[in-house]
């Protein structure tokens, strides 16, 4: 299949208040319709850094995003994205908050019934048909994701790019997301960058699982392809020696190759921080958070 | 282990739901009843000490005069609206005997003018503080959030709102009379030109809290609401409209809240100082008057502004709960 998205060698430079800072050095990455990739490493490597540009919300500073071979210069809803606080408008309901994207993408080209039934087919696709008239401060957080993600899929875009979207969840609802996400991806076979900071996530989910070196001046590392047979299912999967194999593979990668070597003092282990306190607990963890 | 606990709630809930109860109505009685003891100790220090204070017009009213007063006050409007009705109703009569003689001829119709009552006088402030307030409204919002929105439009604009803003609109009011007596000359005014000197004055003291507060509401619109709207790639005046104002309303009506009570203080002194109608001139005029109940109907008067002050609030909040989808920030 021909390469849909072409991430071609940019490097991002922030000018602070004490000098450039170059955060991404020639991040290189080509995607072809249909896979699911997952972006992984460590805090503030700049992962976010890599999705805001091909969202178009950043701009690079050298090279630039390819997507159908037409450069990608401002945000777009054929580049739809789900950002980690789900980013719900409070003042709207659900079923709104997923109109007023429905509304913009297909203006005139769908009649009010048609959208009307548009809104409520994307809605019923992450399980919120029966909560769509509540604001998002009546829904817990895992609905508000789940909104958050109907809103995009609901702009039919080209890429669908996913920041952290599970990482505010407790693990069973990030669990209970990841399958209904697997459910989505096998009816619309989308094109998929997330960003995660799970390693089991990125296994059971992705196509290839690309890992990003630690900054400043991040880049790909490694990418690893996932061969796992569709559907996944997480319970069989944990004695799969391929799921394993690969599993420790990425662990490998970001606990011994890109080790991150800063001293951090002893309690700045929570994950709003974002550091990388509890690299001890790693070996005797199922659900390692890199954060 | 679960049917353990619960046994023992069910054993222990009798008592429990008896002292949540009286819980909740001591709370109750609180809410009800601290602000009466705080009232009733009020009156008592009032009268002690209004009775210890003697003025060259008497005794300062103390509870019972005021109350008296008020009274008072409600008849003279009273009797003041017969007198009103009555005339109108000569007039009519003295019109239609003229016609019944003379089919051709034009009844003029004479308005009456007589005293502003108390509580006319209320009405007129209301009316002014009101208009000038909506008007301020009307332009401090959008200039606000074209403020917010525009870091230039800003940067060229802070400066003079940061000027003005510690300006006493008092100080404008001479100024406002000049020019509007200079400017706003028609043969048949629609509004008195005293009420436009006190609506100009209200709408210049609601201008800068409003601006400001918007366009720090909309400077401060969190960035991810901002993504979205871009994402989306709304046009301008749709996010706006969509994104902008919904977001700011909070500090919307913060600003709106903060400047309707300060128009309420300002009106009243531009009243009194200019001579215009309202609740200021009622104290000025009681004040020059100078009789043994004047004293008693300013205090009057300084009790009912401040009532409507409260009340001007009270609306202000429930308006902004009705509007705003950030109940917290209403209940603050
Ligand atoms: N606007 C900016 N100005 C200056 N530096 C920035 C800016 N945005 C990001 N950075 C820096 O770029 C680096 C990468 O940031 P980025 O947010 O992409 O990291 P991340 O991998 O997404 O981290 P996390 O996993 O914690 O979300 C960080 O060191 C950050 O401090
Ligand atoms: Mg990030």
């Keep these: ?291 | 282990m679960t049917t353990l606990i619960r046994k023992m709630m069910t054993a222990d809930s009798d008592s429990t739901l008896l002292v949540k109860s009286l819980q909740f109505l001591s709370q109750r009685a609180k809410a009800v009843v601290l602000p009466m003891v705080g009232i009733a100790v009020f009156l008592v220090i009032w009268s002690f000490a209004a009775n210890s204070i003697d003025t060259s017009l008497g005794k300062f009213p103390g509870p019972k005069a005021v109350a008296t007063q008020i009274g008072n006050l409600y008849h003279e409007h009273q009797s003041e609206r017969e007198k009103e009705a009555a005339f109108y109703q000569r007039q009519e009569e003295r019109n239609a005997k003229r016609i019944a003689k003379d089919p051709g001829y034009q009844p003029k119709i004479r308005a009456y003018t007589g005293k502003e009552t108390f509580l006319d006088q209320i009405g007129t402030s209301l009316v002014t503080v009101m208009s000038g307030f909506i008007l301020a409204a009307v332009i401090a919002i959008p200039l606000g959030i074209a403020v917010g929105l525009s870091k230039t439009l800003n940067t060229a604009i802070n400066p003079i709102i940061q000027v003005f803003k510690p300006v006493s609109p008092l100080a404008w009011l001479p100024l406002v009379t000049m020019v509007v007596s200079a400017v706003y000359v028609s043969p048949e005014p629609m509004f008195a030109k005293s009420f436009i000197n006190s609506m100009i004055t209200v709408t210049l003291c609601c201008l800068w809290p409003m601006v400001i507060n918007t366009s720090v509401g909309v400077a401060a619109i969190n960035q991810d609401w901002v993504n979205v709207s871009r994402v989306l790639r709304l046009p301008s005046l749709v996010h706006v409209q969509k994104i902008v104002l919904p977001a700011s309303i909070p500090a919307i009506f913060t600003g709106m809240r903060l400047s309707l009570g300060i128009a309420w203080m300002v009106l009243i002194a531009a009243e009194m100082l200019a001579q215009n109608p309202g609740l200021g001139k009622f104290v000025w005029d009681e004040f020059q008057n100078g009789s043994s109940q004047s004293l008693s109907r300013i205090m009057t008067a300084v009790i009912v502004i401040g009532f409507i002050g409260f009340l001007l609030d009270r609306a202000m909040l429930q308006l902004q709960r009705l509007v705003s989808w950030d109940k917290e920030s209403a209940n603050r």
Excluded at chain 1, 17 to 38: C, M, N, Q, R
Excluded at chain 1, 254 to 266: G, H, M, S, T
């Design chain 1, 1 to 291: 299949m021909s390469i849909l998205l072409d991430i071609s060698k940019i490097d991002m430079v922030f000018p602070t208040p004490k000098g450039d800072f170059t955060a991404l050095k020639e991040v290189d990455l080509k995607i072809k319709k249909g896979e699911f990739i997952s972006l992984i490493g460590h805090s503030g490597c700049g992962k976010s850094t890599v999705l805001n540009v091909v969202a178009g919300l950043l701009q690079a500073t050298k090279g630039g995003v390819l997507l159908n071979n037409k450069e990608v210069t401002e945000p777009g809803p054929e580049r739809a994205v789900v950002f980690q606080n789900h980013s719900l408008l409070p003042w709207l309901t659900a079923y709104q908050n997923v109109e007023l994207a429905v509304k913009q993408v297909f203006n005139r080209k769908m009649s009010k019934a048609e959208m009307q039934d548009w809104i409520e087919h994307n809605l019923r696709l992450v399980h919120m048909d029966h909560a769509m008239h509540k604001r998002p401060d009546e829904i817990s957080g895992g609905m508000k994701q789940r909104v958050g993600i109907a809103r995009a899929l609901a702009m039919q875009p080209e890429v669908l790019l996913m920041d952290e979207p599970f990482g505010a969840l407790d693990a069973l609802t990030r669990a209970h997301m990841q399958d209904s996400l697997m459910e989505i991806q096998d009816e619309l076979n989308n094109t998929v960058i997330m960003i995660t900071h799970d390693v089991d996530e990125a296994v059971l989910l992705s196509d290839r699982i690309v890992m990003m070196t630690n900054g400043p001046a991040a880049t790909v590392g490694e990418i690893l392809d996932v061969k796992l047979e569709r559907p996944r299912d997480r319970l069989s999967l944990a004695q799969d020696a391929e799921y394993n194999r690969l599993r420790s593979a990425v662990l490998t990668f970001l606990y011994e190759k890109q080790r991150k070597v800063e001293n951090i003092p002893a309690q700045s282990s929570s994950k709003k921080t974002g550091e990388t306190g509890d690299l001890q607990k790693v070996d005797n963890t199922n659900d390692v958070d890199v954060a």
